[in-house]
């Protein structure tokens, strides 16, 4: 029986983990449950699943779960504040911590988990967007166990030869006769609208997309393909490779996750359904393989495969992404914390869609050369970058 924490259980991706762990109780057991302010959700969670621990990090949040829990006769202890997920995600009796919560907030309590050593099931883009070289040195350190969750980059780790696998964020690609990295991408809701409408756009046409259901801020970042820019920048810390071994294409039908292209010729391919829950059955069973909740492919009804080149003037957050990986690690740090808030904004309708592109290049022009090393230097370049995006908006928009 192994025992499993959730950092965001009730975002898109705890809800699905949930969904994967209910069909398997025999061999799972929640632990712990953590949200920032959804308490009726969590409640729900904490009722069906019996976790012996809950954490919220508004305190007030806290305070009214514990008493719904108490009356429903619940014996899950509930803790207050971002401390306690960093606590829950370095309990001694956690062996998984699903790392779900999106954004900055998400980066401590995985780090926590990776220097308690736990097997960390990765599904925050910002952990190695924002501190990749620290964050990957402290798994070594620790000898934490990485996996991907992003379909992208579960994708890719699945196709990738099995000695690979156990070590990919330190071994050279090359060495197992790969050329290069393949990241899919759907190309989001706008894939086909004239560029000229893009200035009008609002958000619930942004977060409408075609084949994912996921949360508001990332349906942003599918829209501008920010989240593939992130996901490039993921990628270069997972498999321990270089910018330009990785090159992003659009595949609207979202069958194929993403490929690894060896110096053979041959081409590995990883396919399902586009639903979270096939990437985390399969990282929660690793190195075995367990049944989930989703269908498989059905090659009769198959629709035709069709792949492309993102448009830069279509994509720019993509590219200006790819151009921080190539920088470095401050540039990285600086244009997450700038698209959040940007992203922010944006969802609450106080700058256009295309503001987002224009914030995200200033901050990151002022910011490209940051030379951060520490944790502490990291997390001071992500509030002086976020201050930066929102006194563009202030000034500009």
Request: hydrophobic share 45%; aromatic share 6%.
């Amino acid at each position: 029986m192994r025992k499993v924490v959730i950092l965001g259980s009730t975002g898109s991706i705890g809800v699905s983990t949930l969904s994967v762990l209910e069909q398997h109780p025999e061999q799972y057991q929640v632990l712990a449950l953590t949200a920032a302010t959804q308490t009726e959700a969590l409640l729900q969670q904490c009722l069906q699943f019996k976790p012996r621990y809950a954490a919220m990090v508004d305190t007030k949040a806290a305070q009214q779960l514990k008493q719904l829990l108490q009356q429903a006769g619940s014996k899950t202890e509930v803790l207050a504040g971002a401390e306690a997920l960093c606590q829950l995600a370095a309990d001694s009796e956690a062996d998984i911590v699903m790392a779900a919560i999106v954004g900055a907030a998400g980066l401590l309590p995985t780090l926590a988990a990776v220097e308690h050593g736990k097997t960390v099931l990765l599904a925050n883009k910002e952990a190695l967007v924002m501190s990749g070289e620290l964050f990957i040195n402290k798994v070594q350190q620790h000898k934490a166990t990485l996996l991907p969750i992003d379909s992208e980059h579960n994708a890719i780790f699945q196709c990738l030869p099995a000695a690979l696998q156990q070590q990919s964020h330190n071994q050279s690609i090359a060495s197992y006769g790969i050329s290069k990295l393949l990241l899919t991408g759907s190309g989001g809701p706008f894939l086909t609208t004239n560029l000229a409408e893009f200035a009008q756009l609002t958000p619930s046409q942004a977060v409408a997309h075609p084949n994912w259901s996921m949360g508001a801020k990332i349906s942003i970042d599918s829209a501008t393909m920010m989240n593939k820019g992130l996901e490039f920048i993921e990628a270069r810390w997972l498999f321990n490779c270089q910018p330009d071994d990785i090159e992003v294409v659009i595949h609207p039908q979202s069958i194929i996750h993403s490929m690894v292209q060896y110096t053979d010729g041959s081409v590995l391919a990883q396919l399902g359904q586009p639903d979270m829950r096939t990437p985390i059955a399969h990282a929660l069973a690793f190195p075995n393989r367990m049944s989930s909740p989703v269908s498989p492919l059905s090659f009769k009804q198959m629709r035709d495969f069709t792949f492309t080149e993102p448009e830069p003037e279509r994509y720019p957050n993509l590219y200006l992404a790819i151009a921080a990986c190539k920088y470095g690690q401050g540039a990285t740090t600086a244009i997450n914390a700038a698209n959040e808030v940007a992203v922010a904004a944006f969802l609450q309708q106080k700058i256009r869609f295309t503001d987002i592109h224009r914030i995200n290049a200033s901050c990151l022009e002022q910011y490209a050369l940051s030379k951060v090393c520490t944790l502490e230097e990291i997390l001071q370049l992500d509030q002086v970058a976020r201050h930066c995006a929102e006194q563009y908006i202030k000034d500009n928009c």
